[in-house]
């Protein structure tokens, strides 16, 4: 395209409006989509798709410009030997502090659903910078929560999908790992086990490396909030993804249903393509009727890492389906930075919801591992972790909480959440069975708001 430059009076020369005049005859007014700008980012971050070196280079560049608060592990390799990278972004990112939520994006699960996984390096650059700046929010995003970032659950898909290319790379090329396994489907089945322990239980006949070191990092992180970053589509999917009975397509929902809604409408409703009333659908299906959100069990049934979050640890986690292309252009990268900066900042502020406390024995005031946590109401338990903190997301209300652990008396509190985005604190302190006489058993009771 040639460049339009204009004189110094202001006037523009007539080989100049004539460049004009062939620039307005490229736009087709009957195209609704060319008058929409797309103006790019203002942040300055690495605006490309990175395969496994280049990803493994920014991620270092990031280290070594904030060494404070990044970390960077692995939990695992892929089939092919490439390693599962996390960075870890905290005020003290190396281990866990006693109180502190715990905190994931994955991406890449499909290694050709490029988008997430360019989404989670540029938030890495992102954090690094702003919180050197200052930039309040993030400053205490970071001070607050322990953010763990996977971006390429499934690197050997990605390597494959990326060879092609955006414009090249096919619906499934890359979408499996190097085994032929597609990853979402690729863990234990306990919706099955939950909803009837006489079912034939489904577990997948072959298990990949990668879902082994994801759920080892699931099982070895008290995580509290996720989500899984895919692409193909415009919507957020929230457990349960799959069925009572396997049903193609059944609403099928948790005991924490409203709190997962409340997920899903705070990432899609930030999401400037999500929330734009005037967009255009991405295949058949319009997920505008439903505010851009949906129950996985309602869409399309599997039994996949939410469930298995949501079923096997203490974690919630939903699905954010990014773009309608699985694998943009990079030239498309800073609008899609944009259209999810605020969407990914938002979700994880949702980390700080409902209540969040410390179980502790009485007369040695030592934290309790593996104690029950119990909302009443709600049919779904979590456990403290190793130091005996606990979280669990609730939205606003007050509500009975019965704590117990094997050895200890039960007790219990009433807890109001309020409206603000931070959790309200509700200690425990359990007695020994071995020191207090049965007979006199009874709940410990007491007010526990912010």
Not at 94 to 102: I, V, Y
Not at 236 to 241: A, G, I, M, R
Request: hydrophobic letters at 35%.
């Amino acid at each position: 395209m040639h460049q339009i430059t204009f004189l110094c009076s202001g006037r523009v020369s007539v080989s100049q409006q004539k460049k004009v005049n062939v620039l307005s005859l490229l736009i087709d007014p009957d195209d609704i989509y060319s008058s929409e700008q797309k103006p790019g980012s203002s942040d300055a971050l690495d605006f490309r798709h990175h395969n496994y070196k280049e990803m493994r280079k920014l991620m270092k560049s990031v280290t070594d410009e904030c060494p404070d608060i990044t970390h960077v592990y692995t939990i695992g390799k892929s089939y092919t030997g490439l390693k599962l990278y996390v960075m870890v972004i905290s005020d003290n990112p190396s281990k866990h502090e006693l109180g502190e939520p715990e905190f994931r994006y994955v991406a890449g699960m499909h290694g050709n659903e490029a988008l997430g996984r360019e989404l989670v390096l540029n938030l890495m650059q992102y954090l690094c910078r702003e919180y050197k700046k200052g930039n309040q929010r993030v400053v205490k995003l970071v001070t607050e929560t322990r953010i763990h970032l996977l971006p390429s659950m499934n690197p050997d898909g990605y390597e494959a999908a990326y060879e092609k290319g955006s414009e090249l790379a096919g619906w499934a090329e890359g979408r499996y790992s190097f085994e032929g396994i597609d990853l979402n489907h690729n863990f234990p089945d306990l919706n099955n086990i939950m909803w009837d322990w006489n079912h034939q239980h489904v577990f997948p006949s072959q298990v990949s490396p990668e879902t082994r070191a994801v759920i080892s990092w699931m099982q070895d992180i008290p995580f509290v909030l996720s989500a899984n970053l895919h692409g193909g589509e415009l919507v957020v999917t929230y457990p349960f993804d799959c069925t009572r009975d396997w049903a193609p397509q059944e609403d099928t929902p948790t005991a924490d249903n409203a709190f997962f809604r409340w997920l899903a409408t705070v990432y899609a409703s930030t999401n400037l393509v999500m929330a734009n009333p005037d967009r255009r659908i991405c295949h058949y299906e319009d997920f505008q009727k439903h505010n851009n959100i949906i129950n996985g069990g309602a869409w399309h049934t599997v039994p996949g890492m939410n469930d298995f979050s949501y079923l096997h640890t203490n974690c919630f986690e939903v699905t954010v389906e990014l773009s309608c292309d699985k694998f943009p252009h990079a030239s498309e990268l800073p609008v899609e930075w944009e259209n999810n900066k605020e969407s990914l900042l938002v979700y994880m502020e949702q980390v700080s919801r409902g209540i969040k406390g410390v179980i502790r024995d009485k007369l040695t005031k030592q934290g309790i591992t593996d104690a029950v946590v119990k909302v009443e109401d709600h049919d779904h338990d979590i456990r403290s972790a190793a130091d005996g903190d606990y979280w669990r997301l609730l939205n606003p209300g007050d509500y009975k909480v019965v704590v117990w652990a094997e050895g200890y008396f039960p007790s219990m509190r009433r807890c109001n959440v309020g409206m603000e985005p931070r959790a309200t604190m509700c200690d425990f302190t359990l007695t020994k069975t071995t020191n207090t006489n049965t007979a006199d058993f009874r709940f410990k009771t007491s007010v526990c708001t912010h």
